[in-house]
């Protein structure tokens, strides 16, 4: 097995928009629940989002919830986060992970590289 791949990740101002992906080769990401988590600097890994196999559900934490959304496009085998109206605060570097259900921090062993969002004016 080998780890996801993020990436969307930029510079931006606060308020701006973007739009994180997360792949994988070889399998199907629909048969899975997607966890989103993210590092910002001299912080521990927090979990952000979760989308739930096909699609079933969503979880946002209270940091995040009616900013960022997590979707799907089966047709791409790519998971997304919509990050909207960001903060200097969502400054992190953002990862994704899959499971059978929505995963948590100390559940993760094969964290992939990340996508480092900056929101700074």
């Known amino acids: 097995q080998v780890p996801l791949v993020e990436s969307g990740g930029g510079l931006v101002q606060p308020g701006d928009s973007l739009r994180l992906s997360c792949a994988a080769s070889?399998?199907?990401?629909?048969?899975?629940?997607i966890g989103w988590f993210r590092q910002a600097p001299g912080k521990e890994r927090e979990g952000v989002s979760c989308i739930t196999s096909s699609s079933r559900g969503t979880y946002y934490s209270d940091s995040v919830k009616g900013r960022f959304t997590a979707s799907r496009d089966k047709e791409k085998n790519t998971v997304y986060l919509q990050m909207n109206s960001l903060k200097p605060e969502d400054t992190a570097v953002y990862y994704c992970?899959?499971?059978?259900?929505?995963?948590?921090?100390?559940?993760?062993?094969?964290w992939g590289q990340g996508t480092r969002v900056i929101v700074s004016s």
């Open positions: 070889g399998f199907s990401l629909d048969y899975y629940a």
């Open positions: 992970a899959a499971d059978y259900s929505c995963p948590v921090v100390s559940m993760v062993t094969n």
